[in-house]
């Protein structure tokens, strides 16, 4: 898959999500083959999705290096995935990746996609 086809992959699907009112979608290529993608969705609740990833095209796939997904209503977080080398999530066995919780903690994760972050989302808005 390209980058290219992973940019249209993610905007159809922002698109076919139902609780999304709008979105924006940045993308800053490196190189041909390396871009930094960031962007904000916005929900028909009035909460809102900011999210950035850096990936890479590789004869594999597209590798995804840095990523954050920070779910939010107003200033309160309600949810944080990142793979950041956080010093506070170095004690938890899916290190560096983390969920940063609404309370303040630091719970385990595994490698999200933004799919996996948005049906999250879904489960939680109340129609």
């Known amino acids: 898959m390209s980058?290219?086809?992973?940019?249209?992959?993610?905007?159809?699907?922002?698109?076919?999500?139902?609780?999304?009112?709008?979105?924006?979608?940045?993308?800053?290529?490196?190189?041909?083959?390396?871009?930094?993608?960031?962007?904000?969705?916005?929900?028909?609740?009035?909460?809102?999705l900011d999210f950035k990833e850096f990936i890479e095209e590789t004869e594999s796939g597209i590798e995804k290096y840095k990523y954050a997904y920070n779910y939010r209503k107003g200033a309160e977080l309600l949810f944080r995935y990142d793979n950041a080398p956080d010093p506070r999530a170095k004690g938890l066995s899916s290190f560096p990746h983390h969920k940063h919780l609404r309370s303040g903690e630091l719970?385990?994760?595994?490698?999200?996609?933004l799919s996996e972050v948005l049906e999250e989302i879904e489960r939680m808005q109340v129609y």
């Open 107 to 113: 719970g385990e994760s595994e490698e999200k996609t």
């Open 3 to 48: 980058i290219d086809d992973s940019l249209a992959r993610l905007a159809s699907l922002i698109r076919a999500c139902a609780i999304v009112a709008s979105y924006t979608v940045h993308v800053e290529r490196k190189t041909q083959e390396i871009a930094f993608l960031s962007g904000r969705i916005d929900f028909r609740d009035g909460s809102l």
